[in-house]
């Protein structure tokens, strides 16, 4: 079965310090995995994904994620964090079965960044 | 563009009863979905559909039902609510044309209390 965890229910950081959000995956093949953001009250946006190609992928907002196939994880960065940032990170994997995008989300991780 | 739209925002419903959420996306999307979000167990798929006229069971179907009698519209009906059924339903749709590489854009969100 294909799935992703999130091993951490919430991460604090202080602002200006860097950011890491982690994320593994278990699936056949090659992954497709994304990150989307979920802000209070709000539907979850679209930060980063990665197909194919170079390890590290750019996404919105300054955000970044690196793919490590030995290591199966896709962990989300920022160099250096927002008190705005603050919000619940969702990592997700495509499911490679079917012709719809279906997405599997982690438990998703609650980023609160501190003055 | 409106992007994915969600009607109602809100609702309290008392168990037995039965309604009707509607979801609805302007950017000609072939793909739609609906998700429920439950604390700690992040974004489950309940039903989704490659195109009008189409649909198909997610990972939690049981007491939902839907219909996409228009492409740019997705129903999601409660039968008979059950408190168990008390979340927040989130739509989300996606575009065809990348394949696996579509992203989903998701809308604001129905929060649903059942009594």
């Known amino acids: 079965a294909q799935s992703v965890a999130q091993p951490e229910d919430q991460v604090n950081v202080a602002e200006g310090n860097p950011l890491t959000v982690k994320c593994t995956y278990s699936v056949s093949g090659n992954p497709y995995l994304f990150w989307y953001v979920q802000y209070p009250n709000r539907g979850l946006q679209f930060l980063l994904k990665?197909?194919?190609?170079?390890?590290l992928v750019k996404g919105s907002y300054g955000f970044e994620a690196e793919f490590n196939k030995s290591q199966t994880s896709f962990h989300l960065k920022k160099p250096s964090a927002l008190v705005s940032d603050s919000a619940l990170y969702f990592c997700a994997v495509r499911l490679l079965t079917g012709t719809a995008s279906k997405l599997t989300f982690g438990t998703g991780t609650r980023l609160q960044v501190t003055l | 563009n409106a992007g994915v739209t969600q009607t109602p925002k809100f609702r309290v419903l008392k168990t037995g009863q039965s309604m009707t959420l509607l979801c609805a996306q302007d950017?000609?999307?072939?793909?739609m979905y609906w998700y429920r979000q439950d604390p700690g167990m992040g974004l489950r798929l309940i039903h989704y559909s490659v195109g009008e006229g189409t649909t198909a069971k997610g990972e939690v179907p049981d007491g939902y039902n839907v219909s996409r009698l228009k492409k740019q519209n997705f129903l999601l009906g409660l039968e008979s609510a059950a408190p168990s059924q008390t979340s927040v339903y989130f739509c989300?749709?996606?575009?065809?044309?990348?394949?696996?590489?579509?992203?989903?854009?998701f809308g604001p969100g129905t929060r649903l209390l059942v009594l």
């Open positions: 989300a749709s996606s575009s065809r044309d990348r394949g696996f590489q579509e992203t989903q854009y």
């Open positions: 950017m000609n999307h072939e793909y």
């Open positions: 990665y197909i194919t190609g170079d390890n």
